[in-house]
């Protein structure tokens, strides 16, 4: 069965460093998604993507944040000077009709900022 | 801005019980309603997606249910197992949105 799959697993990085988190989205889906969760807190919406530019960002996603598909099957969220509360797990999504529709969501990558 | 519920945040369950997890949103102009399953450290599996037109979902012994007008939906787990220990989240699209609001979850333990 197709699925949505993410690396690293877990990433550990000093503050003020850059990380990429990659995800590869199941190869028909045209609509693609990062989410967060903070440990303990609930899942958050940070950014939409569709047709190679984003289509919706939160409060949260602000110029340190910033997502790219720079192939066929790659999708990137890029995350520069890392805080100490950037530390959360981010999840990939992917849809074949856009939010409307089911969302599938990758294994996650934690990242945890020291 | 639509704020989603869960209750309990944690249930435990002897296995073979059926039982019903909450969710409750503030806004009822909502698109669809998706259940999702998260296993700990890992990822979010979609369990059954309710559009706002749709009073109930069925998918094994697996049964959600659309209460737009009062803000509920309930996910109801027939005979359950201890495989179905996981943490239960629902997220809610609300009309004319392009993102999902999830509730805290329901942890889910089934005791053999």
């Known amino acids: 069965e197709p699925e949505v799959t993410q690396t690293p697993s877990h990433q550990v990085t000093q503050m003020g460093q850059e990380v990429i988190l990659r995800c590869v989205p199941i190869?028909?889906?045209?609509?693609f998604y990062w989410y967060r969760q903070i440990l303990g807190q609930k899942v958050e919406f940070l950014v939409s993507?569709?047709?190679?530019?984003?289509?919706?960002k939160s409060e949260i996603f602000d110029d340190q944040f910033s997502v790219e598909r720079p192939d066929g099957s790659n999708f990137t969220l890029k995350i520069r000077s890392t805080k100490l509360e950037d530390s959360a797990m981010y999840f990939c999504?992917?849809?074949?009709?856009?939010?409307?529709?089911?969302?599938?969501f990758g294994e996650g990558s934690r990242l945890t900022v020291l | 801005k639509q704020e989603v519920t869960q209750i309990p945040a944690a249930l435990s369950v002897p296995e073979g019980e059926n039982l019903v997890l909450n969710c409750s949103f503030t806004?009822?102009?909502?698109?669809?309603l998706q259940w999702f399953r998260q296993d700990p450290g890992k990822g979010l599996t979609s369990l059954l997606l309710?559009?706002?037109?749709?009073r109930e979902q069925t998918s094994g012994r697996l049964n959600a249910s659309l209460d737009k007008s009062s803000g509920r939906s309930t996910l109801y787990i027939a005979a359950s197992q201890p495989g179905d220990s996981a943490t239960y989240l629902c997220?809610?699209?609300?009309?004319?949105?392009?993102?999902?609001?999830f509730g805290t979850g329901t942890r889910l333990t089934v005791i053999p």
């Open positions: 999504a992917s849809s074949q009709q856009g939010i409307t529709g089911e969302l599938f």
């Open positions: 190869s028909n889906h045209l609509y």
């Open positions: 993507f569709y047709n190679n530019e984003i289509s919706e």
């Open positions: 806004d009822s102009a909502i698109y669809n």
């Open positions: 309710i559009q706002s037109s749709q």
């Open positions: 997220a809610v699209l609300p009309s004319g949105a392009n993102n999902l609001f």
